[in-house]
C-alpha cells in the first residue's frame, strides 16, 4: 500500500497536487491548519484531511507512520504578510519545516518533497538565476524558506532522509487566490477585470517574473517523489519556465485599464529562472505558456 502526505493541501498548490495525487496512491492524507487569509479551501473526497499545525509534534507525529513520500508546501508564503508578522512567520515556516522533517525522520519516510521560493534569490544575483548563486533574503519570508532548505539539506547528509527541494518562481493557474491586496498578481488582475475596475499596478510595472503554471509545479513534485536515481537529493532545484514578463505586459494581455501604485520594499525588481538543473537531474520541462492561459481564462 502506497502513502503519502501533503502539509498545506487544502490551498492553491496543495490541491492541485492533491487531485494528481490520488490517482497515484492508495492513501493520500492532508495536513492543512485553513489559516492562510483571503484564500479559499480545497477537498479532494478520495483523500483524508486533518486540520492541524505542521508545529504540531504530538498531534501530527502518529500520521506519519507507514508514509512514502511527504510534500511539505505549508507556509506563511506571502512576502507582506511576513514583514507584518516575522515570528508567525518563523514559527510555520522554520519550525514547521524542522517539525516535518523530525517527524519523517522518526517513521522511517523514504523522501520529502520541500516546496520553497525563488525570492532567497534577493537583489544582488543577476538573472538569469541559478542554484549555485548565494542567497540574498530581503525579508522573513524568504528568510524563513531558505531555512528550511538548509534543515532540509541537514537532515539529508545527517540523518539520511532524502529531500528534494524546490524554488517556485511565480506559480499561477487554477484555485490561484484572488482576494486580498497580497494575492498574486494574476489572480488580482482577473479579479479586477471581472469586476470592471482599473487594474492595480505596483510600481512602475517594468518589473518582471517568471510566471509558472501550477500543473507544472504538480508534475515536478511528482517526478521527484518517484524518480529512482538519487540525483535530486540533497539538492535545491528551479521551477521556473526560463522566460519572464514584465507586470505592465500582463496587465495589457488582461485589461486595457490601469492605475499604477506605490512600489513595494523587500522585493526583487528581475525574476528568470535557470531551469538547466531541472531538465537534467528530473527530465522535467514547463509545458504552459503564460499567453495562452491568460487568453482562455481572463
Not at 85 to 103: D, E, F, S
Request: aromatic share 8%; proline share 4%; net charge neutral.
Amino acid at each position: 500500500m502506497s502513502k503519502v502526505i501533503v502539509t498545506g493541501g487544502a490551498g492553491f498548490i496543495g490541491s492541485n497536487l492533491v487531485d494528481k495525487l490520488v490517482e497515484k496512491y492508495d492513501q493520500v492524507i492532508v495536513i492543512d491548519n485553513e489559516s492562510a487569509e483571503n484564500e479559499r479551501f480545497y477537498y479532494n473526497k478520495k483523500a483524508a484531511y486533518h486540520l492541524l499545525n505542521v508545529c504540531d509534534y504530538k498531534n501530527t507525529r502518529p500520521l506519519y507512520d507507514g508514509v512514502d513520500c511527504v510534500f511539505h508546501l505549508a507556509a506563511e508564503s506571502r512576502i507582506q504578510p511576513t514583514l507584518e508578522n516575522p515570528v508567525l512567520a518563523a514559527l510555520t515556516n522554520t519550525v514547521g519545516t524542522c517539525t516535518v522533517l523530525q517527524c519523517a525522520k522518526e517513521a522511517g519516510v523514504k523522501r520529502v518533497v520541500y516546496s520553497s521560493t525563488s525570492s532567497g534569490y534577493g537583489l544582488k544575483n543577476k538573472i538569469p538565476l541559478a542554484e549555485t548563486m548565494p542567497d540574498d533574503c530581503l525579508n522573513p519570508y524568504s528568510v524563513t524558506k531558505v531555512s528550511g532548505e538548509k534543515l532540509c539539506k541537514m537532515y539529508t547528509d545527517l540523518f539520511n532522509l532524502e529531500t528534494v527541494v524546490f524554488r517556485y518562481f511565480n506559480v499561477y493557474g487554477e484555485r490561484h487566490p484572488v482576494k486580498g491586496q497580497y494575492a498574486p498578481v494574476i489572480g488580482i488582475f482577473i479579479r479586477q477585470k471581472q469586476n470592471n475596475e482599473e487594474l492595480t499596478i505596483i510600481g512602475d510595472g517594468r518589473q518582471t517574473r517568471d510566471f509558472i503554471h501550477v500543473s507544472d509545479v504538480v508534475s515536478a513534485n511528482i517526478l521527484a517523489a518517484n524518480i529512482e536515481n538519487k540525483k535530486p537529493v540533497g539538492e535545491v532545484i528551479n521551477l521556473g519556465t526560463g522566460t519572464n514578463n514584465s507586470i505592465l505586459e500582463i496587465a495589457q494581455m488582461i485589461g486595457d485599464k490601469y492605475s499604477l501604485l506605490p512600489a513595494r520594499d523587500g522585493e526583487a525588481q528581475d525574476t528568470l529562472a535557470n531551469i538547466s538543473k531541472a531538465k537534467k537531474l528530473l527530465n522535467w520541462s514547463p509545458t504552459f505558456k503564460i499567453e495562452d492561459w491568460i487568453k482562455k481564462n481572463s
